[in-house]
């Protein structure tokens, strides 16, 4: 195989893991969180947070890595337009990642505490809560980004700006 697929079967297969990875996780912690059971809710959010450094964060560095290569192999310009809408859609992806990692992260926390209190009560805090309003918040443009992203990689329309 050369080195051109090579690529884009890592390519292709890093994307499936990214947004996989994503999608599934997404869909797990949004009903986990309006089931009402703290204790599904600390070991989603566990495993959420395990996914997301499994497989979403080498994804994260693989995608633009293998993208990037292909296009210098074959010979496009970043500024080609599909491609640029491409990048920017990632970047603005990523932008909604970052914050995502970080709540999910204090969002573990706080289930994991809510399940072993002392008191036994499981009640997560309000700073949960609104913690899970932004987190969901954030993953709506991600994946809409993704999605016109692989629309973009598959189609590779001719736009004019």
Sequence with gaps: MSLYLTLKWLHIIS????????????FYMFFTN????????A?????????DWWFTTPTVFIQPATGLAMAAMAGLPWSTPWLAVSIALYLVAGACWLPV?????????????AALSAQGDGVLPPLYWRYARWWEALGYPAFVAMAVVFYLMVNKPALNF
């Design 101 to 113: 990692v970080w709540l999910q992260l204090r969002m573990r926390d706080m289930a994991i505490e």
């Design 15 to 26: 994307s499936v893991l990214l947004v996989g990875t994503g999608l599934g996780s997404a």
């Design 34 to 41: 309006r089931s009402g059971n703290v204790q599904a809710q």
């Design 43 to 51: 070991v989603v959010t566990r495993l959420v947070v395990r996914a």
